[in-house]
């Protein structure tokens, strides 16, 4: 995690740093503006009115999601405000609502990854490349954790552009928190997106979860990502698989 480096390693702290606040900064601003979009669009004005509407990304911050996505991988915005009473088509309305800062996030996360894979070929040396496997193989060992790699400096002397490499970390930390962020906020725990889902397609809104109900089930997240590592171990295993599916698909269609 981020912040284990900060005393062992400064430098790559800082390094990746760079690229975490930037890539933080897009994935949840626009997973909480498609919110406001979309709510705005099915007839509920509530965000746009409140100012949550917006590409600013200090509108939507929340201190403890926005330090788990450092510490933990994956984290929350403050959650846009809505009237589902406004909406034209109730249940339909609320399950497009819910599912539109996932689908931006999915949509993100695909296109970081279609650039990292044009990239590819530009960056590294075709030796290199070969000698690893091929494109496959080399992105599924570096891909994803570019950043990662790119943060302790490691290779270098393998790269045709190196002015390439920083672009090729951003990418790589965009498509992670994307992706991240996009499997989290399926879970069904209220007050997560997932759980608005599951209660509008499976039980056709028939649950409504107060305030206090919806705050009880997000101590319930954090506890189970400070002190277990069940939550991580079930994200990391669903974002692996769900990135090497995607690469799979966009090296076939590039030929490699």
Excluded at 241 to 256: K, W
């Amino acid at each position: 995690m981020l912040f284990e480096t900060l005393f062992s390693d400064p430098g790559m702290f800082l390094r990746l740093l760079l690229f975490r606040v930037p890539a933080l900064l897009l994935t949840l601003t626009f997973h909480e503006w498609a919110h406001a979009f979309v709510a705005n669009r099915c007839g509920d004005p509530t965000a746009r009115l409140m100012g949550r509407m917006t590409m600013n990304p200090l509108r939507h911050l929340d201190p403890v999601g926005t330090l788990l996505m450092f510490t933990a991988g994956f984290g929350w915005a403050k959650p846009v405000p809505v009237n589902p009473l406004n909406y034209r088509r109730r249940v339909a309305d609320e399950i497009k609502v819910s599912l539109a800062g996932i689908v931006t996030n999915l949509l993100l996360f695909m296109f970081f990854t279609a650039a990292m894979v044009a990239l590819n070929s530009f960056l590294w040396k075709p030796e290199v490349i070969f000698f690893s496997g091929g494109p496959k193989a080399f992105l599924d060992l570096f891909g994803i954790n570019f950043g990662l790699v790119y943060g302790h400096n490691i290779g270098e002397a393998y790269m045709q552009r190196t002015w390439l490499a920083p672009v090729m970390a951003l990418l790589a930390v965009a498509a992670q928190m994307n992706l991240m962020v996009a499997i989290f906020n399926l879970l069904p725990f209220p007050p997560l997106d997932g759980y608005h889902v599951a209660n509008n397609v499976i039980f056709r809104g028939r649950f409504h979860i107060t305030p206090q109900m919806a705050q009880m089930g997000m101590m319930a997240v954090i506890a189970l990502s400070i002190f277990t590592n069940i939550l991580s171990d079930v994200m990391i295993f669903l974002a692996s698989n769900v990135h090497g599916a995607v690469l799979s698909i966009f090296l076939m269609l590039t030929g490699n």
